[in-house]
């Protein structure tokens, strides 16, 4: 099973940017699909973005549409979630996680990293 590790929260204001990273170990990185997904206190965690195998197929959250990109580097084991127009209402626990289809289902999703926080202020 391939071993994840987040990196790249903070705190930002409104309107700002971060890029969230997450470097993958111990497993065949180029067979998984990556997602990403987020969690706040007291609420399910959600989907927000995934990519395929070869990095030519995304999907996203509809909340995030437009603002948030994923992106893969197979050479260096890494997916990227890039975060422009940050909203307070972003603000959540961010988890990578590989599944083996890109889908929003996170209990399709096998390997999970420790989360890495990010928090916008208004």
């Known amino acids: 099973q391939v071993q994840l590790v987040e990196s790249g929260g903070g705190l930002v204001q409104a309107g700002g940017s971060l890029r969230l990273s997450c470097a993958a170990s111990?497993?065949?990185?180029?067979?998984?699909?990556m997602g990403w997904f987020r969690q706040t206190p007291g609420k399910e965690r959600e989907f927000v973005a995934a990519i395929n195998w070869y990095g030519d197929m995304t999907s996203y959250a509809d909340s995030v549409k437009g603002r948030f990109t994923i992106s893969r580097d197979r050479s260096k084991n890494t997916v990227y979630l890039q975060m422009n127009s940050l909203k307070p209402e972003d603000t959540a626990v961010y988890y990578c996680a590989a599944g083996r289809r890109i889908n929003n289902d996170m209990r399709t999703y096998t390997s999970w990293g420790q989360g890495t926080q990010v928090t916008v202020s208004s």
């Open positions: 111990g497993g065949a990185f180029s067979e998984y699909v």
